[in-house]
């Protein structure tokens, strides 16, 4: 058994693994792009397709922090208005009091990382759920960032906050840098450092991972903050596009979030998960409204498919685990 | 006449390992038939086959010399097969009539329940086995004696003529046992056949009239219990001898480690004082409620020190957190494995290596040779059967989690490792395993301390005994004047302050 374990391991066969995995809904990608782009004549055109990544790009950030915090088996419900708390607060300084365009974003993305430092607090210093405390600080931010603009929209006009809403790099769009980048450092924290491996721990079983000598507080804690650094990002992103600070940023976005992550298979009782999978989700959530737009689906419909597409999607993954679609011989 | 039950040539695989190969069991009808196997030998998924949870692979089912296919649990119910498992399967909020009838309820006109029949039928059938237990009462408020015979009651109601039960004994104090064994005689004279499953060799003298013998997924023997004895059988389980079954040779060092004085937690630990040498294994026996896990946990840093001294190397220690041991050098085999050990989702390779994951996960740098060759080489070392490391730790039998466990700490433990309970619901050839395990360490320099609450095991194994009762430690053995009573002395003293 040990002879052939010398070469199990390689990393081809841990890609492959992933894929494998993933495989339900790698296929069901594929059939959507295959179909769409049969029903369109737009949909392969390289500017939808930077389209897609485009619209993409706040639901990334938002869905790798999310990642990390439901494999540790907690829920951030803030997200959503930790982007509008972000995108306020960073336009309004640059509009409003004419502050450096770096140094608001700064600020802007500092809010996130407190969001998430008072949500980690309590989650690892109380047994409150995570679920109470984020729907909590939801709404503080979501308020806070009405206070931000006083109930307005504030238009922004400044050429560097533009570029990071919709300069290109060459050819290429900056967004999709920036979703490069945002999508190797987790997966990097997740699979590649000792902090990653203990995420999994303490979502996984908390009491086993302290007597493993995790400290499971400090775990949470950063976690949270990480992802509310994500989301302050998500915040200055989502503001940059449309160059504007409303209060209305962001709304649901969380959803969105949790959406791309259980459709990438994160299994929403923690210890399990991987930002690979919830690449996939994004770029399906992506690709299903992109679809639904070049089809000419009414608004109100695409929601309904939307929620359509997570029950099946949590339904095949039920049924598979309980074993009622495994293979007879 | 045909046998009531005959199981012929049953197999079974699980992902391509056989875990049952031609088993054959055959059960005459008034007769209470052992099973007895180690953790994993196969019992319990030869007991599903015959409850309609598991499907065979091969091999048939006869009842009364006709041949029977069970798919599901409901065509078990149909022959009149009925499984008591450990886990009761109860609903507490309901009365001891309603659990009775549930799923066969009683009904008068469309709808509804007649429950004072219901309550009728079924004190008439808890009298008729002297059972005194009230019908109206709530399963919630009964003691687990009382629910496993409602349990019964439950199975005859459904016209039972194979009655399964799993360990019905583990966790009865003695009377109990004494009228459980007599509902078992009782449906014995009324021509039911019952399959018995026990750990407990004492048993089976006084209930079981056969017993068969199973031992990695093959039937080895079927005796009749008058003409066996424990010796034998527990070679049939474990394939070998029992004198093999504990190995110790005296490693001690002079060298003390450990030195804790006077060591109190401010709650169940009072006052706690002992050392430990190299290569010693120093055995910790109390009754449940001394200490003793209480003391190590302290030790390990999970919980506060209020007072006392811990030394190690003459070194003065205060762990805040397990993390601070973890540096040191501790081990600590916690004594739940569920609860603080097992990471159910993840595999093997994981579980094995999480506590030393620093030596490979560095910085966005991953060693995975290193991780795979550590696991690989204690997967070895601990013998432990697994079908791959991915393979996920809560399918492995309970005495492959406790390897993963162990090895867990082997990699990572200097010179102290502390094991509460390290054989608890292990079976027997893993219980040698691990013997032999901790006297190769012991012999390599390793201090252990055993927390057990099996008084033979810490007898055979322990250079001395350290003995606590009320959280003081009351006494201190040395190997010759090791002996059942004078532990249950030192247990059993009381404290005055």
């Known amino acids: 058994m040990n002879n052939k374990s010398g070469n199990q391991y390689s990393s081809f066969n841990s890609l492959m693994d992933g894929i494998k995995s993933q495989l339900g809904i790698l296929i069901a990608l594929l059939v959507m792009c295959v179909f769409l ?37 907690g829920i951030d419900l803030s997200v959503g208005a930790v982007i509008a708390l972000s995108g306020c607060t960073c336009a309004s300084m640059i509009a409003k009091a004419g502050i450096n365009p770096f140094l608001a974003i700064l600020v802007g993305i500092a809010l996130g990382a407190v969001v998430g430092l008072i949500n980690g607090s309590i989650v690892a210093f109380s047994t409150i759920p995570p679920f109470i405390v984020t729907l909590a600080t939801m709404n503080i931010s979501r308020g806070l960032a009405r206070v931000m603009v006083n109930n307005k929209t504030v238009a922004v006009n400044n050429s560097i906050y533009k570029f990071i809403g919709t300069g290109y790099v060459g050819p290429i769009p900056v967004h999709i840098i920036f979703i490069l980048i945002v999508i190797i450092i987790t997966a990097i924290i997740l699979t590649r450092t000792s902090f990653g491996r203990s995420i999994y721990a303490v979502g996984g079983n908390k009491m086993a991972a302290q007597y493993s000598g995790i400290d499971a507080k400090k775990v949470i804690l950063l976690v949270f903050i990480i992802n509310g650094i994500l989301a302050g990002c998500a915040g200055i992103l989502s503001s940059s596009r449309t160059m504007v600070g409303q209060y209305s940023l962001g709304d649901g976005a969380e959803m969105d979030a949790i959406t791309a992550v259980v459709l990438g298979g994160t299994s929403m009782t923690g210890g399990v998960g991987t930002i690979g999978g919830t690449v996939i989700g994004c770029i399906i959530v992506g690709v299903l409204n992109n679809g639904m737009n070049l089809l000419g689906i009414d608004s109100s419909w695409q929601y309904v498919v939307q929620g359509a597409v997570v029950l099946l999607a949590v339904g095949v993954d039920f049924l598979k685990k309980s074993g009622m679609l495994q293979k007879r011989k | 006449m045909a046998c009531l039950l005959s199981m012929k040539d049953i197999s079974k695989s699980f992902s391509g390992i056989k875990v049952l190969e031609n088993i054959r069991l055959d059960v005459e009808a008034g007769e209470v038939h052992a099973l007895l196997g180690e953790n994993g030998a196969g019992k319990s998924t030869l007991i599903k ?23 599901s649990v409901a065509d078990a119910r149909k022959n009149g097969i009925s499984i008591i498992h450990q886990e009761l399967m109860m609903v507490p909020d309901l009365s001891v009539s309603e659990n009775i009838f549930l ?13 004072k029949a219901q309550n009728i039928i079924s004190q008439e059938l808890l009298d008729k086995y002297n059972i005194g237990i009230n019908s109206r009462t709530l399963v919630r408020n009964l003691t687990i004696a009382q629910k496993q015979m409602v349990e019964i009651i439950r199975a005859v109601s459904f016209g039972v003529k194979i009655l399964v039960m799993d360990e019905p004994t583990s966790s009865l104090e003695d009377e109990e046992v004494e009228t459980m064994f007599q509902i078992v005689r009782r449906l014995k004279s009324e021509g039911i056949g019952i399959i018995y499953i026990s750990h407990k060799m004492s048993e089976l003298d006084v209930i079981a009239d056969e017993v068969t013998v199973l031992r990695d997924g093959l039937s080895v023997a079927t005796k009749k219990t008058k003409e066996t004895n424990k010796d034998e059988l527990v070679a049939l389980m474990v394939g070998r001898n029992i004198d093999q079954y504990y190995t110790r040779t005296d490693t001690v060092q002079d060298e003390v480690v450990l030195e804790v004085e006077n060591l109190c937690d401010g709650d169940r630990v009072k006052n706690v004082s002992f050392n430990l040498r190299k290569g010693e294994i120093l055995g910790f026996s109390g009754l449940v409620g001394a200490g003793r896990t209480e003391c190590m946990v302290n030790i390990f840093g999970i919980t506060k020190r209020k007072s006392g001294t811990v030394k190690y190397h003459s070194k003065e220690i205060n762990f805040k957190t397990p993390k601070e041991a973890v540096k040191e050098g501790f081990g600590l085999v916690p004594e739940d494995r569920k609860l603080l050990g097992n990471f159910p989702d993840q595999g093997v390779r994981f579980n094995s290596t999480i506590v030393i994951k620093d030596k490979f996960l560095n910085a966005g740098r991953y060693n995975a040779r290193y991780e795979h060759e550590m696991t690989a080489k204690y997967i070895d070392t601990m013998k432990t059967k697994v079908s791959s490391m991915e393979q996920l730790i809560s399918k492995l039998s309970g005495g492959n989690q406790q390897k993963v466990l162990i090895s867990r700490w082997l990699m990572a433990t200097k010179d102290v490792l502390i094991m509460d309970e390290p054989t608890r619901g292990v079976d027997v050839a893993t219980k040698a395993d691990i013997y032999k395990i901790m006297n190769d360490l012991a012999a390599s320099g390793m201090a252990i301390i055993m927390v057990s609450s099996e008084m033979p095991e810490l007898i055979n194994m322990c250079d001395r005994i350290v003995v606590m009762s009320h959280g003081y430690t009351t006494g201190v053995l040395n190997r010759s004047e090791f002996s059942q009573e004078r532990i249950m002395h030192y247990a059993t003293v009381e404290q005055d302050n």
């Open chain 2, 49 to 71: 086959i015959l409850g309609g949870i598991y499907t065979k692979d091969s091999g048939t089912i006869e009842i009364n010399g006709e041949k029977v296919e069970i798919n």
């Open chain 1, 37 to 73: 782009s049969i029903a369109t004549n737009s949909f392969l055109a390289t500017t939808n397709i930077f389209n897609v990544l485009r619209q993409i790009a706040v639901n990334v950030f938002l869905a790798c922090g999310m990642t990390m915090v439901i494999i540790l088996g």
């Open chain 2, 103 to 115: 799923g066969q309820s009683k009904m008068k006109g469309r709808g509804f329940v007649d429950l």
